[in-house]
């Protein structure tokens, strides 16, 4: 798998005129803001060359340079974003053969991003992803050499981590602590979270206990508490477990928040067994229902299940059945582990190793797991089959994410219709939230368009996931997007005139007039005269594809009479998804006698 950037002009020269190819900010020069690091986190994501870092390289971007706006980012220091000074920049090329973690990253770093690291020079931390990297590789060194000194997961260790081994600022572990506050605080007050489909799982046996299933109530009723919970917004739906699965309500029970939060409050423990995979199994087939309260999987609506639990499931083998049948029907899970958890099983439950939380339920950790669910709320990206169309409504700067599946060797065509207002589409191969920053092709719409993506228009050239966001461009648009495998792609109209549109003929002699239509899918012509239809008999037409999105559509004219004066009209229609758009061009037949023109000229 590689996914360097190369732009495809050539290839994006056969695109529709409303698409564009190629946009990566993340490999250009001093860039800079959330979105620019936001992507170069996903992008490090998707390679796989890292282990999850407990949000660290996303807090010291945050810590050293407020993500790049900081005036000083570039004024004067090459470490870009991530700020990794040249002395700890050159000890990542001077390690890269001494530790085993950076020697194995080398390659990988070639390979799938297209970076030569040792070619690399510090000027070249002016491109946020170069600097990205950077960091990571510093942060290698750090847990690998003699040094050993781990990430850590809490903020407050983090923060000692950057204050003491990694800034070259006089920052203290209380700033970063500061800074991680402040980002979190933004990141909810610009992610609203306006719709979601949420299950919690709670492990209810006798391993747990009842003290721990307490705090498991607890925790469940204030992450419930930060969010809109209603009808039209937040649905929530809980179940117990043990011996025996309970649900205890769902999502479609209860109709406040203030319902939720009584029912929460109301569970009672139950002790037992650890049957994991009967619960999993439950909110799948049962309350990720139409019938139950799940929203249609038309409206692309995330679902999302957090299992509360030890890990220590009565049947490990059945769990990890269960938890592969929750991911392979697109509900994101996230696991929390209880008192001394099983790391194995929590990390089989999870979509992500990212979405796993050990530690004991205090403050810090239930703001952990709320933001962390907020923000994958905001950018959840359903799983859409093809030609399945997912119509929704988005306002202004709100976005719409989705992903569909790419065979490599067919392509894929996505189309955006919009039938009020206007929006824009963006496409990548690599990241799960493409954005006007990131992404492999764009198109924009007020009414419809499509574009076809082979692998050669990709970043990823072995993707098997297309993500797609569509964000909303007026005040309200609703939208409809769907994807089918090869090219099937639609477009309007374009006609062709093969006749000139003014013909002078003599009376009683024959005349023809020739039009030419493109566009898919293949379109119908109609002949007119002066507005209706065409019945005289002396009048014959004749329509013939050229290939498979063109025909040329011929008027024959015998015995030209006056009655047959007037404007012909060649009209074209195909059938798009916002309607039939017709087209057409007008030619204008003056027939005139012999004598009027021999006259004339003899005149002159």
């Known amino acids: 798998m590689a996914f360097g950037r190369n732009l495809l002009v050539l290839v994006c020269l056969f695109l529709p005129p409303f698409v564009e190819c190629s946009v990566d900010t993340t490999r250009e020069l001093e860039t800079n803001g959330t979105i620019v690091v936001q992507d170069c986190i996903a992008v490090l994501d998707h390679s796989g060359i890292f282990e999850y870092d407990d949000q660290m390289l996303r807090r010291i971007a945050y810590a050293e340079t407020q993500d790049g706006n900081d005036p000083s980012t570039y004024s004067s220091f090459n470490g870009g974003i991530w700020g990794l000074n040249e002395t700890k920049y050159n000890e990542t090329k001077m390690n890269a053969h001494n530790i ?36 990571r590789l510093y942060m290698l060194i750090l847990a690998n050499s003699t040094i050993n000194i781990p990430l850590g997961s809490k903020v407050s260790d983090q923060g000692v981590y950057w204050s003491r081994h990694y800034t070259s600022s006089n920052g203290t572990a209380s700033d970063f602590v500061d800074g991680v506050t402040e980002l979190e605080k933004m ?37 419930t508490n930060s969010f809109e919970v209603d009808p039209d917004h937040i649905r929530v739906g809980v179940i117990t477990y043990a011996t025996n699965t309970i649900i205890q309500f769902y999502l479609s029970t209860y109709k406040t928040k203030s319902q939720v939060l009584q029912a929460i409050s109301n569970l009672t423990y139950t002790a037992g067994a650890t049957y994991t995979h009967t619960a999993l199994d439950t909110a799948r087939t049962v309350l990720f229902t139409e019938s139950k309260g799940a929203r249609p999987a038309s409206q692309g609506v995330p679902r999302i299940v957090v299992v509360l639990t030890d890990g220590a499931s009565t049947s490990r083998s059945s769990t990890l059945t269960s938890a592969a049948a929750i991911h392979a029907a697109g509900i994101i899970a996230y696991s929390v582990g209880i008192a001394n958890a099983l790391e194995a099983e929590l990390q089989a439950i999870a979509t992500k190793p990212s979405y796993v939380y050990l530690a004991t339920f205090d403050e810090k950790l239930l703001e952990s797991v709320t933001i962390s669910i907020s923000k994958q709320a905001c950018i959840a990206s359903p799983t859409v089959q093809p030609n399945y169309i997912i119509s929704d409504q988005v306002d202004r700067a709100e976005t719409k994410y989705l992903n569909f599946p790419f065979v490599s060797n067919l392509g894929i065509t996505i189309f955006l219709n919009v039938t009020n207002g206007s929006a824009v589409l963006y496409a990548s191969s690599v990241i799960s939230a493409p954005n006007k920053g990131f992404y492999d092709f764009t198109m924009m719409a007020n009414d419809f368009a499509n574009g076809y993506l082979m692998p050669v228009n990709l970043s990823n050239q072995s993707a098997d ?9 007026d005040e309200s648009n609703s939208i409809h997007v769907h994807a089918s495998p090869g090219d099937a792609t639609l477009e309007p109209i374009m006609m062709e005139e093969l006749s000139k549109d003014k013909i002078v003929q003599f009376y009683g002699e024959t005349v023809m007039m020739t039009c030419r239509a493109t566009g898919k899918p293949l379109p119908v012509v109609t002949w007119f005269r002066n507005g209706g239809i065409i019945t005289q008999s002396n009048i014959d037409v004749t329509t013939t594809p050229v290939d498979s999105s063109t025909v040329e559509s011929v008027i024959t004219i015998s015995n030209i009479a006056p009655t047959d004066d007037g404007y012909y009209e060649c009209v074209g229609n195909n059938r798009l998804p916002n309607g039939t758009i017709p087209a057409r061009r007008s030619f204008l037949l003056e027939g005139v006698s012999q004598k009027i023109i021999h006259r004339i000229s003899c005149e002159l």
């Open 100 to 135: 085993i973690q950076l020697k194995e990253a080398m390659p990988k770093i070639s390979g799938i991003l297209g970076i030569n690291w040792l070619n690399t020079t510090w000027d070249d931390l002016r491109k946020p992803l170069y600097s990205a990297i950077a960091s």
């Open 187 to 223: 990141y909810l007050e610009n992610c609203h979270v306006s719709h979601l489909d949420l299950v919690f799982i709670l492990d209810s046996s006798g391993s747990v206990g009842y003290n721990n299933f307490q705090v498991v109530k607890a925790f469940t009723f204030n992450i």
């Open 465 to 473: 996931t297309i993500y797609v966001a569509v964000e909303g461009i």
